[in-house]
């Protein structure tokens, strides 16, 4: 089995929601739903807090995430990529002497992943040799073929890459995915030496509709909320 550092993203500012990584969720902060799911994966090494946060790395400590070092202020910034995050933790723990053959993005506004979905994807990375594994789920009603464009002048129109598709049955309709971001494990050297998150051979783990949900807005926290009820309702 490959070593795979599971890591844990959580800076400390949010537009969407103050401090949305400490919000509750069913009576719980939301990164506790992420740590839970990290660390009863099996396949995980070890599982690491990266935050600039001091309060969020106290919650992530007492979830049972380790926190090595705080991010640096010029990785926290909204406009901040995940791959330099990512990136730094890597050269941090290197340093100190350890070695990881793959990363798993954990993103804590992905409540609803599942420790099988961790191990799940993992053992598709090692099966196929692949760059990375990453979430998606269906698209559903919304594929790329039922959309429109409106005009400056108010006319509906189709898009060029819609207007192949006009009138046909959603059935006939080609599946496509959405990614999702609960799921992203990325080989070690395709961070680090190509400086890809994907890389060229990308594998997709599919999260059913039901689980797949990112918080960014207090509607997707309530929605959350709505869902996980249902799923602790369905055993």
């Known amino acids: 089995m490959i070593r795979v550092l599971g890591l844990v993203t959580a800076r400390g500012g949010s537009k969407g929601i103050p401090h949305k990584n400490l919000a509750p969720l069913l009576g719980r902060p939301l990164l506790a739903w992420t740590a839970d799911a990290a660390l009863r994966a099996h396949n995980l090494a070890r599982v690491v807090l990266s935050t600039d946060d001091v309060s969020i790395a106290e919650v ?26 990512l990136q730094d933790v890597v050269r941090n723990l290197e340093a100190a ?7 798993f993005t954990l993103q804590p506004t992905n409540p609803l992943r599942l420790p099988s979905d961790i191990d799940g994807a993992i053992g598709l990375l090692e099966r196929t040799g692949a760059d990375s594994v990453i979430g998606v789920t269906p698209v559903g009603d919304w594929h790329p073929a039922r959309m429109k464009a409106i005009e400056p002048s108010g006319r509906v129109i189709d898009p060029p890459f819609a207007e192949a598709f006009e009138g046909q049955p959603r059935q006939t309709l080609p599946q496509l995915y959405l990614r999702e971001g609960s799921v992203y494990v990325t080989r070690r050297d395709v961070l680090m030496v190509r400086g890809s998150i994907k890389g060229d051979d990308c594998r997709a783990w599919i999260i059913p509709e039901e689980r797949a949900l990112n ?21």
């Open 97 to 103: 002497g350890e070695e990881y053959d793959a990363v």
């Open 60 to 85: 992530g400590r007492a979830l049972g995430l380790e926190v090595p070092f705080l991010r640096p202020p010029e990785l926290a910034r909204d406009d901040t990529p995940t791959l330099p995050v």
């Open 215 to 235: 918080i960014d807005t207090p509607f997707d926290l309530w929605l959350a909320e709505q869902m996980l009820r249902r799923l602790r309702e369905s055993g």
